[in-house]
């Protein structure tokens, strides 16, 4: 996964979420560590909203982690686990727009399975 907050550009590599700054000329700046994940799980995709972020975790069993906001120069902690049925991979935040109607609940996380497929609605 990749995700674009503000200026900084955020992407899964493996078990971690790395970050740089996207400088004025668009060229990437130092990369950090965001979060540093367990060895044994991979992180397939991950949503951030205002500095948190939701990712899915490829494990046995598989869940979404939440992880609170931090500035670039810090790394983030893990904030709640929500264990699914299944294996999680693509993940979005179902965001509220002025106006609009939305499919789905204002401030859910939406998730699919690769490996057994379906669509995921975690509210809270």
């Known amino acids: ?7 900084t550009l955020y992407y899964a590599a493996g078990s971690d979420i790395l970050k740089t700054n996207i400088q004025s000329d668009h060229s990437a700046g130092e990369v950090r560590v965001h979060y540093d994940g367990a060895n044994l799980a991979t992180i397939d995709d991950f949503t ?9 975790k490829v494990s ?3 869940s ?3 992880l609170k906001p931090a500035s670039f120069n810090h790394r983030a902690k893990h904030f709640k686990t929500i264990l699914m049925p ?3 991979s693509s993940i979005a935040y179902q965001k509220s727009y002025p106006g609009s109607s939305p499919l789905f609940k204002e401030g859910s ?16």
């Open 1 to 7: 996964g990749v995700q674009i907050e503000g200026s």
């Open 48 to 56: 951030i909203e205002q500095g948190y972020i939701a990712y899915a």
């Open 60 to 62: 046995a069993p598989g």
């Open 64 to 66: 979404i982690e939440l």
């Open 86 to 88: 299944v294996i999680p």
């Open 109 to 124: 996380i939406l998730s699919t399975s690769f490996f057994s497929g379906g669509l995921y609605q975690v509210t809270f």
